[in-house]
């Protein structure tokens, strides 16, 4: 079974929004921890300097996230900025 996109980020943003470890591997290592969820990214995309916005940013802001960014579902966590 193939993750449709949205389910992709739907699940992406739920990690973000509440899981520090992931979120801990997301910056140690996006590579697998994108690939963890089912998310494949090259790693000569992963920018060197890495952050993202806080859990409470990303929960708050989920829907315009979405619509915002949702067709670079692996690249996702870098364009944020907690700000949109």
Do not use: C, H
């Not at 973000?16 to 995309?45: H, K, N, Y």
């Amino acid at each position: 079974m193939t993750t449709q996109p949205t389910d992709s980020l739907d699940t992406l943003l739920d990690y973000l929004a509440s899981d520090e470890a992931f979120r801990e591997r997301m910056l140690g290592d996006p590579v697998g921890a994108l690939g963890s969820i089912g998310i494949t990214l090259d790693p000569a995309q992963v920018p060197a300097v890495r952050s993202l916005p806080s859990k409470e940013s990303i929960a708050a802001d989920r829907d315009a996230i979405k619509q915002k960014l949702g067709g670079t579902v692996g690249m996702l966590p870098f364009f944020l900025s907690g700000k949109l």
